[in-house]
Nanobody, 131 residues
Framework: EVQLQASGGGLVQPGGSLRLSCAAS????????IGWFRQAPGKEREGVGC????????YYANSVKDRFTISKDNTKNTVYLQMISLKPEDAAVYYC????????????????????????WGQGTQVTVSS
């Protein structure tokens, strides 16, 4: 059974940084893409970015490009979301998700940014950006 455990959320001031973790189990890590999504109150869940674990290719939403970085640790079956220069509009519950597919630039921008593309979900972790 595929399980995802997101952690690392918290309260941070505008301009601050935070690193989220997504620990995966019950899967062959390299066969999967791991995505990060977020959902603010009253808004739809939106794709933040993802990584294809096998080759480390990453893709990001335009709203977070240059501020967020996704990385992985194969020894820990864990994917990270490093967030810098956080803004109040980044505040949301952040989720990680998994799908047993290679994500490409084309598939990210046309399909994979949508939550329904992904098969497995972790519980969310709250990120609050406030002074």
């Amino acid at each position: 059974e595929v399980q995802l455990q997101a952690s690392g959320g918290g309260l941070v001031q505008p301009g601050g940084s935070l690193r989220l973790s997504c620990a995966a189990s019950g899967l062959i890590f390299a066969d999967y893409s791991i995505g990060w999504f977020r959902q603010a109150p009253g808004k739809e869940r939106e794709g933040v970015g993802c990584i294809y674990v096998r080759d480390g290719s990453t893709y990001y939403a335009n709203s977070v490009k240059d501020r967020f970085t996704i990385s992985k640790d194969n020894t820990k079956n864990t994917v990270y979301l490093q967030m810098i220069s956080l803004k109040p509009e980044d505040a949301a519950v952040y989720y990680c998700a998994a799908v047993r597919r290679e994500i490409s630039t084309n598939s990210w921008y046309h399909k994979a940014f949508r939550p329904n593309y992904w098969n497995y979900w972790g519980q969310g972790t709250q990120v609050t950006v406030s002074s």
